[in-house]
T-cell receptor
Framework: DVKVTQSSRYLVKRTGEKVFLECVQD?????MFWYRQDPGLGLRLIYF???????EKGDIPEGYSVSREKKERFSLILESASTNQTSMYLC??????????FGSGTRLTVV | AQSVTQLGSHVSVSEGALVLLRCNYS??????LFWYVQYPNQGLQLLLK??????LVKGINGFEAEFKKSETSFHLTKPSAHMSDAAEYFC????????????FGPGTSLSVIP
């Protein structure tokens, strides 16, 4: 089975900190995605990547950046964490047309 | 741009009753369609997908969905609800410009009453 691993299940960070959320997939998928999930707002796409060193903005990229130096790893970076970035963060990977495989999520709290 | 609507943010059914979760999408271009399930504090898991083969798609855990182009719908059903089906369900559709990118609906929370 394809596995998407997010490095932390729960994370607490202070306002202003630089935060790294790591995501690794083990099935050679081309596509990787970062979403945030908030009650009442559903899943919102932050950034995605179709290839190494390639990235595209999603619907809510402000305050975030990403890095994809290797095919299997897609990192989400919060440049200066703020309380409104407290959320569940979901990473996913896919082969074209086959649907996404999600990680277990990282619940980030910014205090 | 594609959009997805799910009628009913919360649905309750009795154990053993039919489960029907509704999903409609906006585009007239046949897309790829998906249903995902999310259990508490977990990521999303793919239940089933439609990719222009048979219009009735069978998925895991006894779920199935029927693609109806004329109604732009992709409703999810299960003949008999089980307590373990209680979860959040998301319908999703491929983006107009890329099959690689998926647009998610707002989700429906399913409760199963004993």
């Amino acid at each position: 089975d394809v596995k998407v691993t997010q490095s932390s299940r729960y994370l607490v960070k202070r306002t202003g900190e630089k935060v790294f959320l790591e995501c690794v997939q083990d099935m050679d998928h081309e596509n990787m995605f970062w979403y945030r999930q908030d009650p009442g707002l559903g899943l919102r796409l932050i950034y995605f990547s179709y290839d190494v060193k390639m990235k595209e903005k999603g619907d809510i990229p402000e305050g975030y950046s990403v890095s994809r130096e290797k095919k299997e790893r897609f990192s989400l970076i919060l440049e200066s964490a703020s309380t409104n970035q407290t959320s569940m963060y979901l990473c996913a990977s896919s082969l074209s047309g086959y649907g996404y495989t999600f990680g277990s999520g990282t619940r980030l709290t910014v205090v | 741009a594609q959009s997805v609507t799910q009628l009913g943010s919360h649905v309750s059914v009795s154990e053993g009753a039919l489960v029907l979760l509704r999903c409609n999408y906006s585009s007239s271009v046949p897309p790829y369609l998906f249903w995902y399930v999310q259990y508490p504090n977990q990521g999303l898991q793919l239940l089933l997908k439609y990719t222009s083969a048979a219009t009735l798609v069978k998925g895991i855990n006894g779920f199935e969905a029927e693609f109806k182009k004329s109604e732009t719908s992709f409703h999810l059903t299960k003949p008999s609800a089980h307590m373990s089906d209680a979860a959040e369900y998301f319908c999703a559709v491929s983006d107009d410009t890329s099959y690689d990118k998926v647009i998610f609906g707002p989700g429906t929370s399913l409760s199963v009453i004993p």
